[in-house]
C-alpha cells in the first residue's frame, strides 16, 4: 500500500508485529495490550536481567524472569546479519536491532528499536524542501531525526518528483533486506557495506547515478563532512543528519564545524578592533556553510528552524543572541510559526561589560583592602514574573551550566511537569550554575532581553537541583497570569552578590580605570547597588544609577 500524502496532520504506520514475533514469549505477552504498545521506543534484552521496555521518559519491566542465553540466540536466529556497526534488523520493516557484545563477541545484550513511518511532519519545513537549498536536521537522540528523514525523501522523490539516492549505512531509513521499505517512495537506496565507508559511498552516488538530491543520516567523520562539501560544491541538494542537539554545538566540534562553515582565528588589524570593541584576535566563519539551512528538531512537534546558518554562526562567534524561527503542530495537527522578535535597539552607545572583557567574569574571590560587604541574610524567593502566558502544561526551563541528562533524571525520580528545552528563546525560566552564568555572559543578556526569570544555584547536585525546581514550579502555578509583565527580574541569590562585586571589580579595573571609560553594570537590587557603590567609591570613582523598576543599574565614571 502507498503512503498516504504529507500534511500538516501527522500519522504513523509501524509493522510492530512483526518486532514483536521475533521476541521471547514473556515479552510478548507483557506487551499483548495495546496501551502498552503505545509510544513504545524500544524493547532491552539484557542477560541475567528482567527485559525492559522504554518510553518517552520512563522505563518499564516486563515480567520477573530474566533474559537467559538461549533467549537471545532465539531472537537473534531470526534477524538478518549484523553488521560493522553492530546492527541488523528485520526484512521490509524498520525496526532496528543492536547488539551488545562481551570480550570474546559474543552477544550479551539486544536493544530493540521500534521503527516507525510518520507521515505529515514534513510539513514542518514543506517550504524549505520546495527551495531546493541543502538542509541539516540536528536534535538529541530519539526525537524522530531519522523519521524525518525517511519522509524528506518521500516527499522529495514522489510529489517534488527529484531524483533523490539514500545512503543508508546500517538501513535504518529504508530497513533491511535488498528492497527498500515504501516508506521512502520512489526515492533509490544505496547500502553501506562498513559504516567506515560512507563518505566513499557519498562520493559514488553522485559520480554514478546523477542524483539531484543525496538523503544521509548521521554525518559524524571528519571524512563525511569534507565529501559533504564536495557534494554540495557539485550542485546536489544535502539533506542530512549530524551529531549535536543545536547548533552552537556543531561550532565547537572540531570535527563536524566545516559543516556549517568551519572556525578559524583571525587578528584584526587596530583600527577594526576599535570599532568592534573586540581584542585583536577573535572567531570568524571560515567559508561558507555546506548547509544553507539547519533545523533543530527539540520535540516531534517543535522545531527552530535557522533559515541563514552563514549569519547565526556569525552571530554567535561574535556571542550575541540568535533568534530562529520556532515552528510547532498544535493539538489539531496545524502549523504555527512564530517570527523572530526584532533585536532591541540600545538606549545608549555604552558598551556592556562582557564586550569589553572578551571573556568570562570570574568569581569574586577576594574583596580589595578596607571592603567589608555585610554577609546577606536568608531571603525567600521573590515573585518571578514570565514573559510566557501561563497554560495547563510544563514548565519550560534552560539549563545553563547544568547537565541536561542529570536535570532530565530529577525531573523523570520525582515526576515533575517540567519540560527541559535547548534553548533560551523556548523557555519559561533559565536555572543556572553559579559559575556557569560567568561563562555565558550571552545567556544572562538574552534572558534579560527576552524578560525571562533566572535561579543561580550554587552547584547542579541532584538535591539542589530538586529543590530549585520545586521552587520554580511553586511559582510557575500559584501565579496568575493577568500579574506577569515582559520584563521580569532574575531570581535573588544571595551568593550572587560575590558575582556582582566581581564584575563591579572588574570593570573599574580593565575599563574604567585602564581605558579611561563609563561602564554600565547589569541591572541589581537596590541592597546589591549600594554594595557596588561603595566598591567604586573605594577607588575614588563617580557612580549614578540609570533605569527603571526592575532594570535600574550602577554606571561608573573616570575620575
Known sequence: MPPPPSGPAAEACDDLERLLAVLPGTVRDALAAAEAREQLLEVVLDLGRVPEARYPGRAVPLGTAVVERGDLAAVVEQLGDFGGDNRAGIERTLHRISAIRNRRGEIVGLTCRVGRAVFGTVGLVRDLLDSGRSL????????????ALREIARVLADELGKRVVVIDTSNEIAGDG?????????ARRMQVARPELQHQVMIEAVENHMPEVIV???????????AARTIAERGVMLVATAHGNELAN??????????VGGIQSVTLGDEEARRRHSQKTVL?????????V??????RGRWLVHADVAQTVDLLLRGQAVRPQVRELDGEGRLRVAEPPAPPTPARPLRPLSDVLGAAVPRFTRPPARLTA???????????????PIEAGPLRVYAAGIARGGLEQVVRARQLPVQVVGSVELADVVLAARQQLGRDPHVRRLAQELGLPILVIKSPAPPQLQRALERLLERHQRLPAGAR????PAFADPDDDLAALEECRLAVEQVVLAQGQPVELLPRSARVRQLQAELADRYRLRTAVFGHADQQRLRVFPA
Open 136 to 147: 541539516l536536521l540536528m536534535g538529541p537522540p530519539g526525537v524522530g531525526k531519522t523519521t
Open 284 to 292: 570568524e566563519r571560515a567559508a561558507e556553510p555546506t548547509f544553507p
Open 216 to 226: 544521509i543520516d548521521e554525518i559524524g567523520t571528519e571524512l563525511e563532512a569534507q
Open 374 to 388: 555585610p554577609e546577606p541574610a536568608p531571603q525567600p524567593l521573590p515573585e518571578p514574573e514570565l514573559h510566557h
Open 178 to 186: 535488498d528492497i527498500p521499505h515504501p516508506a521512502i517512495g520512489r
Open 294 to 299: 539547519a533545523v533543530e528538531i527539540h520535540s
Open 250 to 259: 556543531l561550532i565547537k566540534n572540531p570535527t563536524l564545524a566545516d559543516l
Open 485 to 488: 509583565s515582559p520584563q521580569a
